[in-house]
T-cell receptor, first 118, second 108 residues
């Protein structure tokens, strides 16, 4: 069975541009979450979607948005990129969630998209 | 929000040695997971263990929820065990909060 897949694997953008990252969850998983990981830190929660509805949002500016499609895949959009947005963006899926970024089943991560903003 | 502290921050082992990683948390939790992030950034779920003990090969984990800590044991370490080990918890409806991780280097 395929794991969580993310695309692209690497991306270089310039300040002010917009970026879209994509994620396909494990088959049967209805919960998709996005995390940002900067060097030397643990992942930080950005969004959680369950059954196509936003169930949680972390402490990120409105430049960050996301959506989940009927097939449970998801996109993360970041507008007006800043240098500080450079990070590894991780998508994770789980069977279920209790909402708000909380989970009552194991979380499985994709390999991430490494975004560099110059 | 809930605080998660992991220790030690760094650990260097010879291949074949055993180790114990610790995760302390500041509030009761309903979810605790251990992850391994390899040098290429891939984050692998090791255990979903809000309480009790689980074993998977050379790895085992114990969570004592009443005392607010969890331990990850690695026995007979191998070079492929190198990377960063994260503990992550949720409390109530809080978001999944990660600790800062323990960086493990296993030398041949």
């Amino acid at each position: 069975d395929a794991g969580v897949t993310q695309s692209p694997t690497h991306l270089i953008k310039t300040r002010g541009q917009q970026v879209t990252l994509r994620c396909s969850p494990i088959s049967g998983h209805k919960s998709v979450s996005w995390y940002q990981q900067v060097l030397g830190q643990g992942p930080q929660f950005i969004f959680q979607y369950y059954e196509k509805e936003e169930r949680g949002r972390g402490n990120f500016p409105d430049r960050f948005s996301a959506r989940q499609f009927p097939n449970y895949s998801s996109e993360l959009n970041v507008n007006a990129l800043l240098l500080g947005d450079s990070a590894l963006y991780l998508c994770a899926s789980s069977l279920a969630s209790t909402g708000g970024g909380s989970y009552n089943s194991p979380l499985h991560f994709g390999n991430g998209t490494r975004l560099t903003v110059t | 929000g809930i605080q998660v502290e992991q220790s030690p921050p760094d650990l260097i082992l010879q291949e074949g040695a055993n180790s114990t990683l610790r995760c302390n948390f500041s509030d009761s939790v309903n979810n605790l997971q251990w992850f391994h992030q390899n040098p290429w950034g891939q984050l692998i779920n090791l255990f979903y263990i809000p309480s009790g003990t689980k074993q998977n090969g050379r790895l085992s984990a114990t969570t004592v929820a009443t005392e607010r800590y969890s331990l990850l044991y690695i026995s007979s370490s191998q070079t492929t065990d190198s990377g960063v080990y994260f503990c992550a918890v949720t409390s109530g409806y809080s978001t999944l909060t990660f600790g800062k991780g323990t960086m493990l280097l296993v030398s041949p």
